[in-house]
């Protein structure tokens, strides 16, 4: 066991470094950079620079130089003192501007998670065993509309359902005349009223999803031969299900929790945009279509980072649960 | 001799019986229509007895097991009746749902059961020790450590090597024999008085499969249980089996002790199965026995004799008309043919 | 038939007449089968069905309702439209449109604004149309530059649909190669592809395709940035396909078939091409089925946040850009059409594929 941590763990590094410098590289594929990005916002205002301002402005942010040492450079800072650099749009460091807004980010998708997870592997797993029930053909058919309907539609229709037939203040993450307002209960019901669109979106169509995959995977199950020792130990039938099938239905989903670490911290980024909430989402299709580089660079950077991490969590976990991956 | 009909007196369980059925049916219901797997099926099983259950793919030994332990598929029913008396008093089992307190508290307990595949019978995430213990702790409490301790116990019964490291050791680390073991010890992990085995030698080599048997036939002799032995290897019955019920298209065509059916085969189906084995010494140039044509699909089973189809000695206008009625060549024998019987 | 004759039948069809009859059973997937040609058809006839060009711009008739078409007067009647009147509220300053008495006759085969018959000349003629001063005939109504929605759906299905399509011919290329090499040659190959696949599926797609669609510059011909997206889509889709491919190639070889091909003195790519490839086909086919969505939703999710296509070219996700404001979608829900558009083909792929899936399964039932 200990073995299979320390060869993943080791694996992990070369991954990181080449995943950082893709990062870096994704980052300055394309043509022109933030300066050409400020010069087109500049001319839209209505104002004009001249050739020898923007290239002044290019050796300022250290834009002439070549890509490997601007990469060292910025590795560098990351590492040792863990500086990301400076939003050229914001002009506010980069590790300031994700850190404000990771809080909510994580809340947000944390308690998406546990209510997807919560709903979804109870019902997947009561569906399998009921299978051809009516529950089973409600449970397939949300599965199907669930898979459909894209997240943002789902939220503009909540949306507007919210707005226009129940009255109620949507979009943003609470009223404005709570933005600097001291936290009271009051300020608590808004930010709930506000707050139940964007997890029932979330854990809608997270749901949908885990639902199929846990009823494919418990169907699979239940046919194997050892379920049917298991009723032959006199197990009740609860017993049998959660201690045998389920187990074993579940390694496949362990194998991918990992993965909800990235997306954890991404958010969901269309709905966010849709519902206006001030998650890290927004914040990085800002940074891409400002092509605010080390801001988008740092985001890419702790996105990849916490998939090889995930990646590596994973495995550990499933090596962990499954005795066939752990002694192989 | 005239014809005695099988014993139908419901109220006869004598002390000596463990297990009796009395006219078992079960039909499936599938989306082709009812299909009929088994049809009238009565045999029954004395106190440390070993019932040899023979019979093709599709001839319904398998349900009918299912059918005892209540284990059937959710979408068959079944009728007749079931008895088990594991100490004493004779418990009906037909009838009894599949998750009822009942059955619950003797599978596992009074009943074992030994299924075909050892590879996937098991569970794969679980230890042997710990699914042994599990069961232990179900129907005997007890402290964990107990249960612990009593599964190393049964490894060491059932001749694995070092019982104590077994526990630990997951199903796939093992060999098919090594799981089958194993799943014998599960199975008498409560000391049943009843152990089903179904098939459990098929899917093992030869060797492993009489090693195997050997270990079955000591533990049978140990702890006195009786056993029905699934099978379709006729070979294997005569190795391990006190009396013998073959069966053909969900229904027993011919009961007896292993001596009568080898030596005094009744019924033209338990002939022609005894004359399609290669024996070693036989004269040489014997041509191997086959049976004509393929076993009826279970959509469409045939009228009268349900081995009329296929019975050289077929007559027309009695077998494929009227079912045959049952004969007693001698006592403890029981046929289920027109022709045996001398009627016309 | 009788059940002799119908178990011969079965015995004796071929591989193919088995999984059109098992396909068949699945009514929900016949019926989107059905759904999905009649859109692709409706696509490609986009000029001669819709009514007006996508881009025709109206200011007097802005967020123009949704209008019925009549068949019933007090009796059978020829498909009619009331009239329209324009009012403008003075408080709100909002246009309002109601209906009064006069009712317009719908007319089939009109003339038109002109439109290329696939290159080979030009024509003006429309399956239907109204002829009305003030008025146009909008199925679904108008946004807020009085474009009629109608119109602009049937020119969106034809890049949206088209997208889906193509992303998953560019999928499929990459996912049958990566896919047949790592189930073909195994060891480190495998083990490498292997890594390069699940690292790719653990990255959430969206940033992931944000990240890499927002490197395309602005400026460049919207059928580049086309072609552009779609491949982007592929880059990470094709794992799914490539898993399927590995998958069926890894079971394949251990079939006995296919070992007894192989001691019959077969060559390799005879092997591979007359034996495995046949045996996968229905498999490739049902796993792109059930990544034609996925691009779709894909291009749509891009287009909507304004990192895919961008106006003038018409796809769904573009029509739905329309519809991100909150006050539009409550002036105008009618905006949301694309979206339920999106839905119902997506959700018409799943079906299909899942139809598909279980015919291609020989001991399916």
Same mark, same amino acid.
């Given at each position: 066991?200990?073995?299979?941590?320390?060869?993943?763990?080791?694996?992990?590094?070369?991954?990181?470094?080449?995943?950082?410098?893709?990062?870096?590289?994704?980052?300055?594929?394309?043509?022109?950079?933030?300066?050409?990005?400020?010069?087109?916002?500049?001319?839209?205002?209505?104002?004009?620079?001249?050739?020898?301002?923007?290239?002044?402005?290019?050796?300022?942010?250290?834009?002439?130089?070549? +890509?490997?040492?601007?990469?060292?450079?910025?590795?560098?800072?990351?590492?040792?003192?863990?500086?990301?650099?400076?939003?050229?749009?914001?002009?506010?460091?980069?590790?300031?501007? +994700?850190?404000?807004?990771?809080?909510?980010?994580?809340?947000?998708?944390?308690?998406?998670?546990?209510?997807?997870?919560?709903?979804?592997?109870?019902?997947?797993?009561?569906?399998?065993?009921?299978?051809?029930?009516?529950?089973?053909?409600?449970?397939?058919?949300?599965?199907?509309?669930?898979?459909?309907?894209?997240?943002?539609?789902?939220?503009?229709?909540?949306?507007?359902?919210?707005?226009?037939?129940?009255? %109620?203040?949507?979009?943003?993450? %609470?009223?404005?005349?709570?933005?600097?307002?001291?936290?009271?209960?009051?300020?608590?019901?808004?930010?709930?009223?506000?707050?139940?669109?964007?997890?029932?979106?979330?854990?809608?169509?997270?749901?949908?999803?885990?639902?199929?995959?846990?009823?494919?995977?418990?169907?699979?199950?239940?046919?194997?031969?050892?379920?049917?020792?298991?009723?032959?130990?006199?197990?009740?039938?609860?017993?049998?299900?959660?201690?045998?099938?389920?187990?074993?239905?579940?390694?496949?989903?362990?194998?991918?929790?990992?993965?909800?670490?990235?997306?954890?911290?991404?958010?969901?980024?269309?709905?966010?945009?849709?519902?206006?909430?001030?998650?890290?989402?927004?914040?990085?299709?800002?940074?891409?279509?400002?092509?605010?580089?080390?801001?988008?660079?740092?985001?890419?950077?702790?996105?990849?980072?916490?998939?090889?991490?995930?990646?590596?969590?994973?495995?550990?976990?499933?090596?962990?649960?499954?005795?066939?991956?752990?002694?192989? | 001799?005239?014809?005695?009909?099988?014993?139908?007196?419901?109220?006869?369980?004598?002390?000596?019986?463990?297990?009796?059925? #009395?006219?078992?049916?079960?039909?499936?219901?599938?989306?082709?229509?009812?299909?009929?797997?088994?049809?009238?099926?009565?045999?029954?099983?004395?106190?440390?007895?070993?019932?040899?259950?023979?019979?093709?793919?599709?001839?319904?030994?398998?349900?009918?097991?299912? !059918?005892?332990?209540?284990?059937?598929? #959710?979408?068959?029913?079944?009728?007749?009746?079931?008895?088990?008396?594991?100490?004493?008093?004779?418990?009906?089992?037909?009838?009894?749902?599949?998750?009822?307190?009942?059955?619950?508290?003797?599978?596992?307990?009074?009943?074992?059961?030994?299924?075909?595949?050892?590879?996937?019978?098991?569970?794969?995430?679980?230890?042997?020790?710990?699914?042994?213990?599990?069961?232990?702790?179900?129907?005997?409490?007890?402290?964990?450590?107990? !249960? #612990?301790?009593?599964?190393?116990?049964?490894?060491? #019964?059932?001749?694995?090597?070092?019982?104590?490291?077994?526990?630990?050791?997951?199903?796939?680390?093992?060999?098919?024999?090594?799981?089958?073991?194993?799943?014998?010890?599960?199975?008498?992990?409560?000391?049943?008085?009843?152990?089903?085995?179904?098939?459990?030698?098929?899917?093992?080599?030869?060797?492993?499969?009489?090693?195997?048997?050997?270990?079955?036939?000591?533990?049978?002799?140990?702890?006195?249980?009786?056993?029905?032995?699934?099978?379709?290897?006729?070979?294997?019955?005569?190795?391990? !089996?006190?009396?013998?019920?073959?069966?053909?298209?969900?229904?027993?065509?011919?009961?007896?002790?292993?001596?009568?059916?080898?030596?005094?085969?009744?019924?033209?189906?338990?002939?022609?199965?005894?004359?399609?084995?290669?024996?070693?010494?036989?004269?040489?140039?014997?041509?191997?026995?086959?049976?004509?044509?393929?076993?009826?699909?279970?959509?469409?089973?045939?009228?009268?004799?349900?081995?009329?189809?296929?019975?050289?000695?077929?007559?027309?206008?009695?077998?494929?008309?009227?079912?045959?009625?049952?004969?007693?060549?001698?006592?403890?024998?029981?046929?289920?043919?027109?022709?045996?019987?001398?009627?016309? | 038939?009788?059940?002799?004759?119908?178990?011969?039948?079965?015995?004796?069809?071929?591989?193919?007449?088995?999984?059109?009859?098992?396909?068949?059973?699945?009514?929900?997937?016949?019926?989107?089968?059905?759904?999905?040609?009649?859109?692709?058809?409706?696509?490609?006839?986009?000029?001669?069905?819709?009514?007006?060009?996508?881009?025709?711009?109206?200011?007097?008739?802005?967020?123009?309702?949704?209008?019925?078409?009549?068949?019933?007067?007090?009796?059978?009647?020829?498909?009619?439209?009331?009239?329209?009147?324009?009012?403008?509220?003075?408080?709100?300053?909002?246009?309002?449109?109601?209906?009064?008495?006069?009712?317009?006759?719908?007319?089939?085969?009109?003339?038109?604004?002109?439109? /290329?018959?696939?290159?080979?000349?030009?024509?003006?003629?429309?399956?239907?149309?109204?002829?009305?001063?003030?008025?146009?005939?909008?199925?679904?109504?108008?946004?807020?530059?009085?474009?009629?929605?109608?119109?602009?759906?049937?020119?969106?299905?034809?890049? &949206?649909?088209?997208?889906?399509?193509?992303?998953?011919?560019?999928?499929?290329?990459?996912?049958?190669?990566?896919?047949?090499?790592?189930?073909?040659?195994?060891?480190?190959? @495998?083990?490498?592809?292997?890594?390069?696949?699940?690292?790719?599926? /653990?990255?959430?797609?969206?940033?992931?395709?944000?990240?890499?669609?927002?490197?395309?510059?602005?400026?460049? @011909?919207?059928?580049?940035?086309?072609?552009?997206?779609?491949?982007?889509?592929?880059?990470?889709?094709? &794992?799914?396909?490539?898993?399927?491919?590995?998958?069926?190639?890894?079971?394949?070889?251990?079939?006995?078939?296919?070992?007894?091909?192989?001691?019959?003195?077969? /060559?390799?790519?005879?092997?591979?091409?007359?034996?495995?490839?046949?045996?996968?086909?229905?498999?490739?086919?049902?796993?792109?089925?059930?990544?034609?969505?996925?691009?779709?939703?894909?291009?749509?999710?891009?287009?909507?946040?304004?990192?895919?296509?961008?106006?003038?070219?018409?796809?769904?996700?573009?029509?739905?850009? @329309?519809?991100?404001?909150?006050?539009?979608?409550?002036?105008?829900?009618?905006?949301? &059409?694309?979206?339920?558009?999106?839905?119902?083909?997506?959700?018409?792929?799943?079906?299909?594929?899942?139809?598909?899936?279980?015919?291609? @399964?020989?001991?399916?039932?």
């Amino acid at each position: 066991m200990l073995r299979i941590i320390l060869t993943r763990c080791l694996w992990a590094i070369p991954t990181l470094i080449v995943v950082s410098f893709i990062s870096f590289v994704i980052i300055q594929l394309p043509p022109g950079d933030y300066v050409t990005a400020y010069v087109a916002e500049l001319r839209r205002g209505g104002e004009y620079l001249t050739d020898t301002q923007v290239e002044l402005m290019r050796q300022d942010f250290g834009l002439r130089d070549p +890509i490997l040492w601007q990469y060292a450079r910025w590795i560098t800072k990351i590492l040792l003192h863990g500086d990301f650099g400076q939003s050229f749009h914001y002009n506010a460091p980069v590790s300031s501007l +994700i850190w404000d807004r990771l809080g909510l980010t994580l809340l947000l998708s944390t308690i998406s998670l546990v209510f997807t997870w919560g709903i979804a592997i109870p019902i997947g797993v009561y569906s399998a065993t009921r299978q051809y029930s009516v529950v089973d053909y409600v449970v397939t058919i949300f599965g199907f509309v669930g898979k459909g309907i894209p997240e943002f539609l789902l939220a503009l229709i909540l949306m507007w359902v919210g707005f226009s037939w129940l009255n %109620m203040d949507v979009g943003g993450l %609470m009223s404005p005349e709570f933005d600097t307002a001291p936290w009271s209960i009051a300020k608590a019901l808004n930010v709930l009223e506000h707050v139940w669109i964007p997890i029932v979106v979330l854990a809608t169509s997270g749901a949908a999803g885990l639902i199929r995959v846990m009823r494919a995977n418990m169907l699979d199950e239940l046919g194997k031969p050892y379920v049917e020792t298991a009723y032959a130990q006199g197990f009740s039938e609860r017993q049998v299900v959660w201690n045998y099938p389920v187990r074993v239905a579940l390694n496949p989903f362990i194998s991918t929790v990992g993965w909800a670490l990235p997306a954890l911290f991404s958010g969901d980024v269309i709905t966010a945009v849709v519902l206006n909430l001030p998650t890290t989402g927004p914040l990085l299709l800002q940074a891409l279509k400002m092509q605010d580089m080390y801001l988008a660079g740092g985001f890419i950077l702790i996105l990849s980072t916490f998939t090889v991490v995930g990646t590596l969590l994973s495995d550990i976990l499933l090596a962990w649960s499954d005795p066939r991956v752990r002694l192989g | 001799m005239p014809p005695i009909p099988m014993a139908n007196d419901m109220t006869n369980f004598p002390p000596e019986r463990l297990l009796d059925l #009395r006219d078992l049916a079960v039909t499936f219901a599938t989306a082709e229509g009812p299909v009929r797997a088994v049809q009238g099926v009565s045999y029954h099983v004395n106190r440390g007895e070993v019932l040899g259950v023979v019979g093709e793919s599709g001839s319904g030994k398998s349900v009918t097991v299912r !059918a005892i332990m209540r284990l059937l598929a #959710r979408n068959a029913t079944d009728t007749g009746t079931i008895r088990f008396a594991p100490d004493g008093e004779p418990l009906t089992l037909s009838g009894q749902p599949r998750d009822s307190k009942l059955m619950r508290s003797l599978r596992g307990n009074r009943i074992g059961m030994i299924f075909q595949e050892p590879m996937t019978a098991l569970s794969p995430v679980h230890s042997i020790g710990t699914q042994i213990a599990r069961t232990v702790l179900l129907h005997r409490g007890g402290s964990k450590s107990a !249960a #612990r301790d009593r599964a190393a116990e049964l490894l060491a #019964r059932v001749q694995l090597p070092n019982p104590g490291e077994m526990l630990d050791r997951y199903p796939h680390q093992l060999s098919g024999g090594m799981r089958q073991r194993a799943m014998i010890a599960l199975a008498l992990a409560c000391d049943p008085a009843l152990l089903i085995a179904d098939e459990p030698t098929t899917a093992l080599d030869v060797t492993t499969e009489a090693q195997i048997l050997d270990l079955l036939r000591g533990l049978q002799k140990d702890l006195g249980m009786a056993i029905v032995f699934i099978t379709h290897n006729f070979g294997v019955v005569a190795d391990i !089996a006190d009396r013998v019920a073959v069966m053909y298209l969900g229904q027993v065509v011919e009961t007896g002790s292993v001596d009568d059916i080898f030596y005094a085969p009744g019924h033209p189906y338990t002939k022609a199965l005894l004359g399609s084995i290669p024996r070693l010494g036989a004269a040489k140039r014997h041509r191997l026995q086959t049976i004509q044509g393929m076993v009826p699909d279970p959509y469409h089973i045939p009228k009268g004799c349900p081995f009329h189809t296929r019975c050289d000695h077929v007559r027309p206008g009695l077998c494929d008309v009227t079912a045959p009625p049952v004969f007693s060549p001698r006592p403890g024998q029981e046929v289920r043919c027109h022709l045996t019987g001398g009627a016309a | 038939m009788t059940d002799t004759s119908r178990a011969e039948s079965h015995f004796t069809a071929s591989a193919r007449t088995l999984m059109w009859r098992r396909f068949r059973k699945h009514r929900l997937a016949v019926v989107s089968l059905v759904f999905l040609v009649a859109c692709y058809l409706a696509a490609l006839f986009a000029p001669f069905l819709a009514p007006y060009p996508p881009d025709k711009i109206e200011k007097l008739q802005t967020f123009v309702p949704p209008q019925m078409v009549h068949i019933w007067d007090g009796g059978p009647a020829w498909p009619f439209v009331y009239e329209l009147k324009r009012t403008r509220n003075a408080e709100t300053a909002r246009v309002t449109y109601e209906q009064t008495d006069k009712k317009i006759p719908v007319q089939f085969f009109v003339r038109g604004a002109e439109w /290329s018959v696939f290159g080979l000349g030009t024509s003006d003629l429309h399956l239907f149309g109204i002829e009305a001063k003030k008025q146009k005939l909008n199925l679904l109504g108008t946004d807020s530059l009085g474009q009629d929605v109608f119109s602009r759906l049937l020119y969106g299905a034809r890049v &949206t649909l088209s997208a889906g399509l193509v992303g998953v011919a560019f999928a499929f290329v990459l996912g049958l190669t990566m896919g047949a090499i790592s189930g073909y040659y195994g060891g480190r190959v @495998d083990t490498a592809i292997q890594r390069l696949m699940e690292f790719i599926r /653990s990255v959430p797609t969206i940033p992931l395709w944000m990240g890499l669609a927002a490197a395309l510059p602005i400026e460049w @011909d919207p059928l580049f940035v086309y072609v552009l997206i779609t491949l982007i889509l592929a880059l990470i889709s094709w &794992t799914s396909l490539a898993r399927v491919v590995r998958g069926r190639f890894l079971s394949l070889k251990s079939e006995d078939y296919v070992l007894a091909a192989r001691l019959s003195g077969a /060559s390799q790519t005879r092997i591979i091409t007359r034996h495995m490839l046949p045996a996968m086909t229905s498999y490739i086919i049902a796993a792109m089925t059930l990544a034609v969505p996925e691009m779709i939703l894909g291009e749509t999710a891009l287009s909507f946040l304004g990192l895919g296509l961008r106006p003038p070219v018409v796809s769904w996700g573009v029509l739905l850009q @329309d519809a991100q404001n909150l006050r539009s979608v409550a002036l105008a829900p009618w905006l949301l &059409t694309p979206g339920l558009a999106v839905v119902l083909v997506v959700l018409a792929f799943n079906f299909l594929g899942d139809g598909l899936r279980d015919a291609a @399964d020989p001991y399916g039932q």
